[in-house]
């Protein structure tokens, strides 16, 4: 923050030299005769050129040396972040960091979170709940996807699904959809996103009938995330290179997630709309210590880093995972949708309500068009990726 004033500080100072030599040369030669002799003239205009110069090179330096500074900042940051302890209690609720529906949810069955998450997922009423305990009735899973490079140079979003061509393997397996958004502000985003959907495909592949799901979700997380780490460390690029992941599997009726950035899961029942993730950013720390108070409230939604992410893949260890250890049970009409950042922001149960009326793979282009429709300058890369039980 301080190098911003700093900055515009400069650049007014040199403004001011520039209007003021400006000024003197627009003023006529009898009128500066008038004013000073020719020795005071020529030292005034060489002390604004020489104003001008240093000034400028200052402001220069400062544009220069500020991004490398603020990525040093970001690195500390995330270096910070993969190395703390976590202290956030299991049982302690985190709900002003989740996205909370505008109207009353549907009932989700309560799903404990690894590490130090512990976002819960919002009860609903009699009627709906599901007891886990019972045996999950089957359920069929249709799959649409839908994907727009925006106003980016490159695509940096990455997608993909499991094999599905041996119903033996879908029976072991289930059904696997993952999500990556590579870190536009990074070198190598698209690569990153990439190599970690594939790792992540790969990892999960050949999971036996005895291996539970979220522990191999969880080790294929870290293998995906060591890919993109050694990408980094190939290209001599550590801590530069990056992407968030998540991650759904869907086994006999019954719903498994991971996740590792901003990047988000949603369930679709009933005509509402409930978040299953949590945004991995600054913002969260920010609330720690507006909790403590050591931070108003308001320094803390005006904080210029509040956005940056904590928690992603390319990073030595990636210790701030969102997972449900506890399966969630899916019904016949619910929806499970998996969107990058430049999508989410439009989800709304309205426009779901719309799009449900189409089969999954049009629906997830109806998403993408309203999206799109908007024309906001500077949109990001967009995807999305639904699985329709029925």
Known sequence: MKGKWINRGLAIVLLLLVLAFIGVKAVSAERLDKLWNNQQGGLIETVLIGGMIGFGALLAICLIFDPLASRRRLSERRMEAAHTPQTHSKTEPMAELAIAPTK???????IPYSHEQNVPVPNAEAGLNADNREPAAAVTVMTGYAQHIGEREEQQDAFGFSKWEAAEATDREGVLAVLADGMGGYAMGKEAGQLAVQTMLSQYNGKTAAEV????????????NRAVYELALHHELEWSVGTT?????????QLHWISAGDSRIYLYRSGMLVPLTRDHVYANRLHERVIAGKMTREDAESHPERHLLTSYLGIPNVNEIDANHVPLRLTPGDWVLLCSDGLYDDLSESLMEEAMRLAPQPAAEFILEHVLAQQRPYQDNATIVVLSCF
């Open 104 to 110: 009353s949810p549907p009932i989700v069955p309560s």
């Open 213 to 224: 799901i979220p522990r191999e979700l969880e080790q294929a997380l870290h293998q995906a």
């Open 245 to 253: 992941l998540i991650a759904v599997v869907i086994q006999e009726g």
